[in-house]
């Protein structure tokens, strides 16, 4: 009986002592449980997030989805939602965010890893990597000197019938709300139909204009810089080459994938951490060398087909990333002048 009873203590014992221990992991292991709503697609950026859980211990569960539907989700769960953090596809999303002043004020060890154009001005996101609108041609219907200088300068009469974009595709929209910003509404419009009446292509998205130049099809495109990037990776001679324009012209449209850290967050100090891993040197090398995109911190090796940070930053023109965000004035506007 002595014995059973001995038996049962000891059963109390190991009971006691396991919640003893495994109490505190588990309220750890709460803590240190990150939600992250990304715009960014599940195939591009899961390895980092798995670099991340493997450095720091910190596991993150990832609501993936449009960014523009995300944002939107954002902005009605206000401080109820469970997100920490808001990885963005581009600008104006994060800028319909802070404008909300739903994000909290990063720290300056973060913000001054990344160049001030890359970075909110009250220090709300920063950037995680950059995607730069660029001019594809082919370089053996278009000699070099033939090249258009400006944006602007493709609805001369010569380039009728050569130029291709991809007017339903979420990049040039974002392009079309920029042009918006820096040279107004009436500029905008008036570039629009004289693309238009120039005879512009519509193709469904950038691939396809890549496709198009190499098949003759067209001269002259309007992709992101990463599109050709990709042909060129498994052929080296693929008859496509691509440019920015003059300095400062709004077609070098330097949009950026970005994150921030919202005001509800009840684990900031994780979540700063994912921030600070996303502009590290591993996170940074993986953005430029495996998806092509442009790196937003010094000390990265170079991707040979991009230019350097501070090349790029002397192209792209120069304008309040945050207020790109009227996309639906865009999509108006492409309405109206029937280019949608």
């Known amino acids: 009986m002595f014995k059973n009873h001995f038996s049962l203590f000891k059963h109390v014992l190991s009971v006691l002592l396991v919640f003893t221990l495994v109490g505190p992991v588990v309220a750890s292991n709460h803590a240190e449980t990150l939600t992250i709503y990304s715009g960014r697609s599940k195939s591009l950026v899961e390895p980092i997030i798995k670099q991340f859980q493997e450095a720091t211990g910190i596991q993150v569960k990832a609501n993936y989805g449009g960014t523009t539907q995300l944002a939107a989700a954002l902005l009605t769960e206000g401080d109820k939602s469970p997100a920490a953090l808001f990885w963005a596809q581009d600008a104006g999303a994060l800028g319909a965010v802070s404008k909300k002043e739903m994000f909290e004020k990063l720290p300056e060890t973060i913000l001054t890893k ?19 609108r660029v001019l594809a041609y082919s370089p053996e219907r278009v000699k070099m000197e033939e090249l258009p200088e400006s944006i602007f300068d493709l609805t001369q009469p010569m380039w009728k019938g050569r130029v ?11 392009f079309v709300t920029s042009l918006r910003v820096q040279v107004g509404e009436e500029k905008t419009q ?38 050709l990037l990709r042909f060129k990776k498994t052929d080296a001679d693929y008859p496509v080459a691509q440019t920015f324009f003059k300095a400062s012209d709004p077609g070098n449209l330097v949009n950026i ?3 921030g850290v919202l005001k509800s967050a009840e684990n900031k100090e994780a979540a700063l951490k994912f921030v600070e891993f996303l502009l590290s040197t591993e996170a940074q090398q993986y953005f430029t060398s495996d998806v092509f995109e442009y790196p937003v911190t010094e000390g990265v090796t170079q991707n040979e087909n991009l230019l350097p940070l501070s090349e790029l930053i002397k192209a792209a023109p120069v304008f309040n990333l945050n207020d790109i965000d009227d996309l639906d004035g865009t999509v108006k506007l492409l309405q109206s002048v029937e280019v949608l």
């Open 114 to 132: 990344v160049p001030s154009s890359f970075r909110d001005a009250e220090g709300l996101w920063v950037a995680t990597s950059g995607r730069a």
């Open 190 to 227: 008036e570039w629009l139909l004289g693309m238009k009446a120039n005879g512009v292509k519509k193709y469904a998205k950038n691939t396809p204009i890549i496709e198009a130049l190499a098949a003759g099809e067209i001269d002259l495109g309007l992709p992101n810089h990463y599109y």
């Open 257 to 259: 994938a970005g994150v």
């Open 164 to 174: 291709g974009w991809a007017p339903t595709n979420a990049s040039f929209q974002a």
